[in-house]
């Protein structure tokens, strides 16, 4: 099993700053990919970001110029830098990644979330 653990939520300001920062243990043989997801209340989950192993990057379009995706494979974490925050970011923010254990080729797993307040 993997797990994820997510930490950096909380409370800004519209235009403000957070850093979200995600980091995963267990019986990992290599992630393939890291994704910071988020979910509003009454809203479908979505997914914010993507880097892969080689770093390429993926960002939704609403995120595009705002936020930065990271991460280090040594290390097995990922990070995701929020400048310009808006009060529709607003959600809780979920950290998952695609990896590869001494029994599964590929699976996803997930944090719990860590949540994003932006408020007007």
């Known amino acids: 099993q993997v797990q994820l653990v997510e930490s950096g939520g909380g409370l800004v300001q519209a235009g403000g700053s957070l850093r979200l920062s995600c980091a995963a243990s267990?019986?990992?043989?290599?992630?393939?990919?890291m994704r910071w997801y988020r979910q509003a209340p009454g809203k479908q989950r979505e997914l914010v970001a993507s880097?892969?192993?080689?770093?390429?990057?993926y960002y939704a379009d609403f995120v595009k110029g705002r936020f930065t995706i990271s991460g280090d494979n040594a290390k097995n974490t990922v990070d995701l830098q929020m400048n310009s925050l808006k009060p529709e970011d607003t959600a809780v923010y979920y950290c998952?990644?695609?990896?590869?254990?001494?029994?599964?080729?590929?699976?996803?797993?997930w944090g719990k979330g860590t949540l994003v307040t932006v408020s007007s």
């Open positions: 267990g019986s990992i043989v290599r992630i393939n990919a």
């Open positions: 998952n990644a695609n990896a590869q254990t001494a029994i599964d080729y590929g699976v996803s797993y």
């Open positions: 880097i892969n192993s080689g770093s390429g990057t």
